[in-house]
């Protein structure tokens, strides 16, 4: 089952516009994170943001987690055309040799 | 470093028969995990092995077995394959230092297209 649901599921914005995208979450996490795949290929580790951290920021990435709605967002702002591709959010539970449980994926279109 | 490679990268099997996946981590990384992607169902994950044990079993029939080596690479056999296996089959490695978060890092996958 999915741990980690992703909103929306596909998203088109113009680039140079800011891309803001959600997930939400059911159990007690220690850390979420986010993931890119561009098509038919593996998936690339973006950001990492741990429990008792409220936002992260990398490069372009900003990403926040709030653990009492169980949810989380990651901006990308200015989007370039080399940003299609899907996202996906990424939970590592509480509890030992827990696993990443990942969700849907949004899919990213940015056109140029 | 190289990274995570998976072979072989794309593959066609009819029903009834078997296929065996192949994946070697990082050099240094002892943690192998496999996931089956499809557009219907996302990322499910199927396996972990750390040090030759399997840790870690997702929701997944008998027909799915793995195994890991002692120089960490790591095999996936999926038996008696149905149509429903078609998928794209990610293999990841985690170095899992002590208190290290469980951060992945992906191979380009194995397509696979059963008939």
């Known amino acids: 089952s999915q741990q980690g649901e992703e909103d929306p599921q596909a998203l088109s914005i113009q680039e140079g516009e800011n891309a803001t995208m959600n997930c939400s979450y059911k159990t007690s996490i220690n850390n979420l994170q986010w993931y890119r795949q561009n098509s038919g290929r593996g998936l690339v580790h973006l950001i990492l943001?741990?429990?008792?951290?409220r936002e992260k920021h990398s490069g372009r990435l900003r990403v926040t987690l709030d653990t009492s709605k169980k949810s989380s967002s990651l901006l990308i702002t200015a989007s370039r055309a080399a940003d299609t591709a899907s996202y996906f959010c990424?939970?590592?539970?509480?509890?030992?040799?827990?696993?990443?449980?990942f969700g849907k994926g949004i899919t990213l279109s940015v056109r140029p | 470093k190289a990274g995570v490679t998976q072979t072989p990268r794309y593959l066609i099997k009819t029903r009834g028969q078997q296929v065996t996946l192949s994946c070697s981590p990082i050099s240094g990384h002892r943690s192998v995990s496999w996931y089956q992607q499809t557009p219907g169902q996302g990322l499910q994950f199927l396996f972990e092995y750390f040090s030759e044990t399997q840790r870690n079993k997702g929701n997944f029939p008998g027909r799915f077995s793995g195994r890991q080596f002692s120089n960490s690479r790591s095999e996936m056999n999926v038996s008696t394959l149905e149509l429903g296996d078609s998928a794209l089959y990610l293999c990841?490695?985690?170095?899992?230092?002590?208190?290290?978060?469980?951060?992945?890092?992906f191979g380009a996958g194995s397509r696979l297209t059963v008939l």
């Open positions: 943001i741990r429990s008792n951290e």
């Open positions: 990841a490695s985690n170095r899992l230092g002590a208190g290290g978060a469980n951060v992945l890092t």
């Open positions: 990424a939970t590592d539970a509480s509890g030992a040799n827990s696993k990443l449980t």
